[in-house]
T-cell receptor, first 112, second 113 residues
Framework: QKEVEQDPGPLSVPEGAIVSLNCTYS??????FMWYRQYSRKGPELLMY????GNKEDGRFTAQVDKSSKYISLFIRDSQPSDSATYLC????????????FGTGTRLLVSP | DVKVTQSSRYLVKRTGEKVFLECVQD?????MFWYRQDPGLGLRLIYF???????EKGDIPEGYSVSREKKERFSLILESASTNQTSMYLC????????????FGPGTRLTVT
């Protein structure tokens, strides 16, 4: 069993839809939870991070962590074609720990 | 603005060749990483370095080595390339105190024939 599980998609939605992307994990010691976005032929870039449980909002994006269920989510409101990318979840033990554990990524396609 | 650059976008090498992939970052980051990215397997850590001349094995170090002689530069070496090393190679860097925020280069698509 992988340490972090993520549905590979692709997930296809019309413009304006609400998108929900999810990851489950097995290591209860993870404290920091990140979402990276990767456009085609580019490297990943950090979109959002959350410490421990709870929600964090940034514009159209909301990250949610449920440590009791070992489940994290990224919600995208009013999705745009420019949101079409692969979204990778990642986790680590603490801020100073060098290693991140990544999910395999979910490919999102937003059609106009 | 952080910039991580990689020496080549595309590379084609023959089996048995020694391959060098170079990565340079311009933000004085202590940590540097090499990953490979394959469909269905995601990002897998090959090696990382938290200081000059320091290196740590990641999850899949076999067949690879690294070199970090200067803080801004981290090299990945394939001693004898094999076809199963055909992949996308991504370099990243981060501050030691903000390990969750990694900055990635654009990647090198390596094909070994």
């Amino acid at each position: 069993q992988k340490e972090v599980e993520q549905d590979p998609g692709p997930l296809s939605v019309p413009e304006g839809a609400i998108v929900s992307l999810n990851c489950t994990y097995s290591n209860s010691a993870f404290q920091y939870f990140m979402w990276y976005r990767q456009y085609s032929r580019k490297g990943p870039e950090l979109l959002m991070y959350t410490y421990s449980s709870g929600n964090k909002e940034d514009g159209r994006f909301t990250a949610q962590v449920d440590k009791s269920s070992k489940y994290i989510s990224l919600f995208i409101r009013d999705s745009q074609p420019s949101d079409s990318a692969t979204y990778l979840c990642a986790m680590t033990l603490n801020t100073g720990f060098q290693k991140l554990v990544f999910g395999t990524g979910t490919r999102l396609l937003v059609s106009p | 603005d952080v910039k991580v650059t990689q020496s080549s976008r595309y590379l084609v090498k023959r089996t048995g060749e020694k391959v060098f992939l170079e990565c340079v970052q311009d933000m004085d980051h202590e940590n540097m990483f090499w990953y490979r990215q394959d469909p269905g397997l995601g990002l897998r850590l090959i090696y990382f370095s938290y200081d000059v001349k320091m290196k740590e094995k990641g999850d899949i170090p076999e067949g690879y080595s690294v070199s970090r002689e200067k803080k801004e530069r981290f090299s990945l070496i394939l001693e004898s390339a094999s076809t199963n090393q055909t992949s996308m190679y991504l370099c990243a860097s981060s501050l030691r105190t903000l390990g969750y925020e990694q900055y990635f280069g654009p990647g090198t698509r390596l094909t070994v024939t």
